[in-house]
């Protein structure tokens, strides 16, 4: 039975679209209007899943056991920062596996969640923000790639939402520096997770 009372979000998108930002701003509207506690932020849980995993042998197992957590927190908002999906594309592109989330996708379907995949219109976006990224992770030196790699990575997600069961929204993210561009995309956004009735 779906869940109806709570919102399950999946947020996946190539490497610098801006996810962590527009993250923010829907966490922040979910956390402050469902907050219940004065002491702990209980409104939404947020968790950012590649931490060095998808792409590995250790990814789909990761998988399973977060879905598990959903199941525990089914009552409550929750939202991943990159999932099922760019395990698929990490593996897909570095190397050369397809891996099958049908059954995770299933189950995913009966906890109402949904996705939403951030995107950029044109390769200079990324190369415009892979100075900042270096700049604010010094890290991320170790694995940077070139601008044709990240669009690669696109093109990827784009290929495999098509073929997703769970709902889905594709946004435009190139603008994350223009107020006006993120209130309307947050608005898109909410207006997806709460339709109209």
Not at 63 to 81: C, G, M, Q, S
Not at 106 to 135: G, H, S, W, Y
Request: hydrophobic share 35%; proline share 1%.
């Amino acid at each position: 039975m779906k869940n109806k009372t709570s919102h399950k979000l999946i947020f996946e998108g190539a490497e610098m679209v801006g996810k962590s930002f527009v993250i923010s701003q829907i966490y922040n509207y979910l956390e402050k209007k469902y907050n219940s506690n004065t002491k702990i932020l209980n409104g939404c849980h947020w968790f950012n899943c590649d931490v060095g995993i998808f792409g590995t042998k250790n990814g789909k197992k990761i998988i399973d056991e977060y879905i598990n957590i959903l199941k525990i927190l089914k009552n409550k908002n929750t939202i991943f920062e990159k999932f099922y999906l760019t395990d698929q594309v990490y593996n897909k592109l570095y190397n050369k596996k397809n891996i099958n989330y049908q059954k995770q996708e299933k189950e995913l379907k009966k906890l109402n969640a949904k996705i939403i995949l951030l995107t950029v219109k044109n390769k200079k976006v990324f190369q415009d923000r892979i100075p900042d990224r270096l700049n604010n992770i010094s890290h991320y030196q170790r694995v940077v790639q070139t601008t044709e790699n990240y669009w690669k990575q696109q093109e990827e997600y784009l290929n495999l939402i098509k073929k997703s069961k769970l709902e889905y929204l594709i946004v435009d993210s190139t603008e994350l520096l223009n107020k006006k561009f993120v209130k309307n995309l947050v608005d898109k956004i909410l207006k997806f997770i709460h339709p109209v009735k």
